[in-house]
């Protein structure tokens, strides 16, 4: 009621500020406005200034578990200004376990530049050791904190497996703070970059770290298919009556799949890829014909042995990013085929010309080729 009488006092002024400015002779029209504006002001003010007030009021009830007056207060602060709750900057009151505010807690975050080091420091206890992560709730089983370091870094390398499957050792880092700190394990990044360049990368400059250069350094993905879409019209025979004559669309994909150690799997096929794609799960798939093919940086060539000459099919492509996704686009920038035969030792060359009929190669990740881990890193 109090409200409301509050309300019903501030209108009736309003209303008489404007009955008097209208009273007004015109030559002090201007002074009667600015008058009239700033008594307006005084009015929004105060009435900002008593929403303000029952809104933290209502908090207040809350917390305290009064949620029926809190709704009350909640109503009358919203009708004397809607949009209340986006006007005022509060905390929650400090809990006992917790010490600042939520404003305060996100200003201390932001000021976190290395995160791995402050998660070790908070992790490291009294007495100079570090425990990676504890129980939640008492329990009978083992928990895994209990293992040694070793093994869990040694888990963690199944987890990435021969495979390289650095996308699962990312969200395996989100579990906890321990986790976070085992996958940042530089020996980890670093086999892997052994893994994808060789000797190419014994130095790790200029990358601040075995991470960075993995994630920022160019290199063919492994955990899905290089998959290329290629459309054309040909003409077809003339019909016997010679009133006509066909033409046919031709639609036809290209996979290609690279393995880290090495080989690729290519395949061309009128097919969909949904059926495609399962089968290129394994090198040693019966569905597609496997060649023995080892690429290096951005060119590879393919081997097909015959009994009397040998064909090899040389590859270039360059590699590129498009879209959101990085190193997901692979770009023909030569192919030809030598053939060599065994009787003469002659060696002939044929080059193809890279045309719209080489469109590009793009990247489509596939999870079930590293949702099961065979061999560790």
Same mark, same amino acid.
């Given at each position: 009621?109090?409200?409301?009488?509050?309300?019903?006092?501030?209108?009736?002024?309003?209303?008489?500020?404007?009955?008097?400015?209208?009273?007004?002779?015109?030559?002090?029209?201007?002074?009667?406005?600015?008058?009239?504006?700033?008594?307006?002001?005084?009015?929004?003010?105060?009435?900002?200034?008593?929403?303000?007030?029952?809104?933290?009021?209502?908090?207040?009830?809350?917390?305290?578990?009064?949620?029926?007056?809190?709704?009350?207060?909640?109503?009358?602060?919203?009708?004397?200004?809607?949009?209340?709750?986006?006007?005022?900057?509060?905390?929650?009151?400090?809990?006992?376990?917790?010490?600042?505010?939520?404003?305060?807690?996100?200003?201390?975050?932001?000021?976190?530049?290395?995160?791995?080091?402050?998660?070790?420091?908070?992790?490291?206890?009294?007495? =100079?050791?570090?425990?990676?992560?504890?129980?939640?709730?008492?329990?009978?089983?083992?928990?895994?904190?209990?293992?040694?370091?070793?093994?869990?870094?040694?888990?963690?390398?199944?987890?990435?497996?021969?495979?390289?499957?650095?996308?699962?050792?990312?969200?395996?880092?989100?579990?906890?703070?321990?986790?976070?700190?085992?996958?940042?394990?530089?020996?980890?990044?670093?086999?892997?970059?052994?893994?994808?360049?060789?000797?190419?990368?014994?130095?790790?400059?200029?990358?601040?770290?075995?991470?960075?250069?993995?994630?920022?350094?160019?290199?063919?993905?492994?955990?899905?298919?290089?998959?290329?879409?290629?459309?054309?019209?040909?003409? =077809?025979?003339?019909?016997?009556?010679?009133?006509?004559?066909? *033409?046919?669309?031709?639609?036809?994909?290209?996979?290609?799949?690279?393995?880290?150690?090495?080989?690729?799997?290519?395949?061309?096929?009128?097919?969909?890829?949904?059926?495609?794609?399962?089968?290129?799960?394994?090198?040693?798939?019966?569905?597609?014909?496997?060649?023995?093919?080892?690429?290096?940086?951005?060119?590879?060539?393919?081997?097909?042995?015959?009994?009397?000459?040998?064909?090899?099919?040389?590859?270039?492509?360059?590699?590129?990013?498009?879209?959101?996704?990085?190193?997901?686009?692979?770009? *023909?920038?030569?192919?030809?085929?030598?053939?060599?035969?065994?009787?003469?030792?002659?060696?002939?060359?044929?080059?193809?010309?890279?045309?719209?009929?080489?469109?590009?190669?793009?990247?489509?990740?596939?999870?079930?080729?590293?949702?099961?881990?065979?061999?560790?890193?």
């Amino acid at each position: 009621e109090n409200t409301e009488d509050s309300d019903l006092q501030m209108e009736l002024s309003a209303f008489r500020a404007k009955w008097m400015s209208e009273l007004q002779p015109s030559s002090g029209g201007k002074k009667s406005v600015s008058k009239f504006a700033d008594l307006k002001r005084k009015q929004d003010i105060a009435r900002e200034g008593k929403a303000r007030e029952l809104f933290l009021k209502a908090v207040e009830e809350e917390q305290n578990g009064a949620v029926y007056e809190a709704i009350k207060y909640y109503k009358s602060a919203m009708q004397l200004v809607p949009d209340i709750e986006f006007k005022i900057n509060y905390s929650r009151t400090p809990d006992p376990d917790r010490s600042g505010s939520y404003l305060e807690d996100n200003e201390n975050d932001r000021e976190i530049d290395d995160l791995l080091t402050y998660f070790q420091q908070q992790l490291t206890l009294c007495d =100079g050791t570090m425990k990676l992560c504890e129980p939640a709730t008492d329990s009978t089983q083992l928990h895994i904190s209990a293992l040694p370091f070793e093994v869990l870094m040694y888990i963690f390398r199944w987890v990435v497996s021969c495979d390289l499957d650095l996308r699962a050792l990312e969200q395996l880092s989100l579990v906890c703070r321990g986790f976070y700190i085992c996958a940042r394990d530089p020996e980890i990044w670093r086999s892997a970059c052994l893994r994808v360049w060789g000797r190419s990368c014994t130095k790790m400059l200029p990358f601040s770290s075995w991470r960075e250069m993995f994630l920022e350094r160019p290199r063919v993905r492994f955990d899905g298919v290089y998959i290329s879409k290629t459309s054309y019209i040909r003409q =077809g025979e003339e019909s016997l009556d010679g009133f006509y004559r066909a *033409w046919h669309q031709v639609e036809y994909y290209r996979y290609l799949r690279f393995f880290p150690d090495g080989q690729v799997m290519m395949l061309t096929t009128p097919e969909d890829p949904l059926i495609t794609v399962p089968r290129l799960r394994s090198k040693n798939s019966r569905y597609v014909q496997t060649f023995s093919t080892k690429y290096q940086r951005s060119r590879f060539c393919r081997r097909n042995p015959a009994p009397e000459a040998e064909h090899t099919f040389h590859v270039g492509l360059q590699l590129s990013s498009g879209g959101r996704q990085r190193f997901n686009k692979l770009v *023909w920038i030569h192919h030809s085929c030598h053939i060599t035969y065994r009787s003469t030792g002659e060696t002939i060359v044929t080059a193809f010309d890279v045309d719209k009929m080489y469109t590009p190669l793009f990247f489509a990740r596939v999870k079930s080729y590293t949702a099961f881990s065979e061999h560790p890193l």
